[in-house]
């Protein structure tokens, strides 16, 4: 199959105290062995470049990447025919999650594991200095599926990921494309510790809206929660 140059800014705004900009991800039928912690690092890439072009006092700054997915038939008929059916809808299933959100209102900035993943918190505290009046920082992940066949990924109403997981790296063949939790290993640790000792004289709290107990634990016990 044609290789596809994804992801790729598919919008850039940068107006009113605002910079938003959204990568398409492109269509994880088409496309094959996604990794889409490679994905994030070429998209963080791309942020940086657009971003300190810009860079002001921003109250709100959004960073979104898009996926589509086919269902298991479109998927079945593609890999037989090399192509979609025209019918395909391509604009009505799709997964999509947010790394980086900072919203005034509340004061807070949003952000993905994944920034952690390598223990490199810089990113995080670089921008920090361009959110006008920040007060928290959250850290947690962030996913949600549209579309058509969204019900078979859903338990009790809320998007259960590892049924996408399930979904994604053995019908569709992304064996590393994974789920961007929080797990307190030594790796995101050192990188949890390095940032908040940077936040140390800004009175920036870091929160963890979904750990668990056991997780906790180890948060506590690392000097990043009491």
Same mark, same amino acid.
Request: charged fraction near 30%.
């Given at each position: 199959?044609?290789?596809?140059?994804?992801?790729? #800014?598919?919008?850039?705004?940068?107006?009113?105290?605002?910079?938003?900009?959204?990568?398409?991800? @492109?269509?994880?039928?088409?496309?094959?062995?996604?990794?889409?912690? +490679?994905?994030?690092?070429?998209?963080?890439?791309?942020? $940086?470049?657009?971003?300190?072009?810009?860079?002001?006092?921003?109250?709100?700054?959004?960073?979104?990447?898009?996926?589509?997915?086919? $269902?298991?038939?479109?998927?079945?008929?593609?890999?037989? +025919? @090399?192509?979609?059916?025209?019918?395909?809808?391509?604009?009505?299933?799709?997964?999509?999650?947010?790394?980086?959100?900072?919203?005034?209102?509340?004061?807070?900035?949003?952000?993905?594991?994944?920034?952690?993943?390598?223990?490199?918190?810089?990113?995080?505290?670089? #921008?920090? $200095?361009?959110?006008?009046?920040?007060?928290?920082?959250?850290?947690?992940?962030?996913?949600?599926?549209?579309?058509?066949?969204?019900?078979?990924?859903?338990?009790?109403?809320?998007?259960?990921?590892?049924?996408?997981?399930?979904?994604?790296?053995?019908?569709?063949?992304?064996?590393?494309?994974?789920?961007?939790?929080?797990?307190?290993?030594?790796?995101?640790?050192?990188?949890?510790?390095?940032?908040?000792?940077?936040?140390?004289?800004?009175?920036?709290?870091? #929160?963890?809206?979904?750990?668990?107990?056991?997780?906790?634990?180890?948060?506590?016990?690392? @000097?990043?929660?009491?």
């Amino acid at each position: 199959m044609k290789k596809n140059k994804f992801p790729k #800014i598919s919008d850039l705004e940068v107006a009113n105290n605002k910079f938003l900009i959204f990568f398409d991800g @492109g269509d994880l039928g088409m496309r094959e062995n996604v990794e889409n912690f +490679n994905d994030f690092l070429k998209c963080q890439r791309l942020f $940086d470049d657009a971003f300190y072009e810009y860079s002001t006092d921003y109250k709100e700054i959004y960073w979104g990447i898009q996926y589509t997915i086919p $269902d298991d038939q479109q998927y079945i008929k593609l890999r037989k +025919n @090399g192509n979609y059916e025209k019918s395909y809808p391509r604009n009505k299933n799709i997964y999509q999650y947010t790394p980086l959100f900072y919203n005034f209102k509340t004061k807070t900035l949003y952000v993905e594991p994944f920034f952690f993943l390598k223990g490199e918190p810089s990113f995080i505290s670089s #921008i920090i $200095d361009y959110c006008k009046s920040i007060k928290k920082i959250e850290i947690l992940m962030t996913a949600l599926l549209e579309g058509e066949f969204t019900d078979q990924f859903t338990k009790d109403k809320t998007l259960f990921t590892p049924i996408v997981e399930d979904y994604l790296q053995k019908f569709l063949g992304h064996k590393k494309f994974f789920g961007h939790y929080l797990i307190p290993n030594k790796d995101q640790l050192k990188g949890l510790i390095e940032l908040k000792k940077t936040l140390k004289h800004k009175k920036i709290k870091i #929160i963890f809206p979904d750990i668990i107990d056991e997780d906790k634990v180890i948060l506590k016990n690392s @000097g990043l929660i009491s």
